[in-house]
């Protein structure tokens, strides 16, 4: 088994920044792709970003490219999001997620193998 845990989320003004972090631990060698996925209240899990095992590919949902950065550091098993120029809209749980495979274009919420429970990000306007 895996367990991710994340960290860093919080209350932001628009316009400002937060980091992410998801430390995972367990199994590690099983995993290759993570992901952050994000919910809103009432509205359904929904992909934000994905980088591959190497990290040298990267994939993110529209809304969020130029604004958010996914990197990881696999001596440490962790993998973060940075997040620039916040918007209301950003506002939800954030998850981070892992898969045994190796692709970024797997974006749905049935693609990932483990889960974390979530860091609340709340952005004001």
């Known amino acids: 088994q895996v367990q991710l845990v994340e960290s860093g989320g919080g209350l932001v003004q628009a316009g400002g920044s937060l980091r992410l972090s998801c430390a995972a631990s367990?199994?590690?060698?099983?995993?290759?792709?993570m992901d952050w996925f994000r919910q809103a209240p009432g509205k359904e899990r929904e992909f934000v970003a994905a980088?591959?095992?190497?990290?040298?590919?990267?994939n993110y949902r529209d809304s969020v490219k130029g604004r958010f950065t996914i990197s990881r550091d696999n001596a440490k098993n962790m993998v973060y999001l940075q997040m620039n120029s916040l918007k209301p809209e950003d506002t939800a749980v954030y998850y981070c997620?892992?898969?045994?495979?190796?692709?970024?274009?797997?974006?749905?919420?049935?693609?990932?193998?483990?889960w974390g429970k979530g860091t609340l990000v709340t952005v004001s306007s």
């Open positions: 997620a892992a898969a045994g495979y190796n692709t970024v274009q797997a974006t749905g919420v049935g693609a990932m193998d483990y």
């Open positions: 367990g199994r590690t060698f099983s995993i290759s792709v």
């Open positions: 980088i591959s095992r190497s990290g040298g590919s990267t």
